[in-house]
């Protein structure tokens, strides 16, 4: 079975955005210090919905957020609210993914 079966969307889309984000030489941290954001805003941003987190990590790429995180908002561009619950769900964390790939072999 190929180990990419198990990857979740959501986690696939995080790491992207990080991705994107260290090749720009920053980090979710440094985003939250030049942003005066409070710690942690910017990464949770990243896997659930968190408007100013997410507005800063667009502004660092030069995108719009729409471009970064469709669910969370319409064909028009505007934020969804109230966001869909699935927005707030977290994704399995990599012990829970790697016992699910085990199980699976």
């Known amino acids: 079975?190929?180990?990419?079966?198990?990857?979740?969307?959501?986690?696939?889309?995080?790491?992207?955005?990080?991705?994107?984000?260290?090749?720009?030489?920053?980090?979710?941290?440094?985003?939250?210090?030049e942003y005066d954001l409070n710690r942690g805003s910017a990464s949770l941003a990243i896997l659930r919905a968190h408007e100013p987190g997410e507005r800063a990590i667009a502004d660092v790429l030069g995108v719009e957020p729409s471009s970064l995180?469709?669910?969370?908002?319409?064909?028009?561009g505007m934020r969804l609210s109230p966001q869909p619950a699935a927005n707030y769900d977290r994704p399995p964390t990599h012990?829970?993914?790697?016992?699910?790939?085990?199980?699976r072999s």
């Open 1 to 33: 079975m190929s180990r990419s079966a198990v990857i979740d969307p959501r986690i696939e889309q995080a790491e992207s955005i990080r991705g994107r984000l260290r090749i720009a030489g920053w980090s979710c941290r440094r985003i939250d210090l």
């Open 69 to 76: 995180w469709p669910a969370r908002y319409d064909e028009e």
């Open 95 to 103: 012990a829970q993914r790697r016992k699910a790939l085990e199980a």
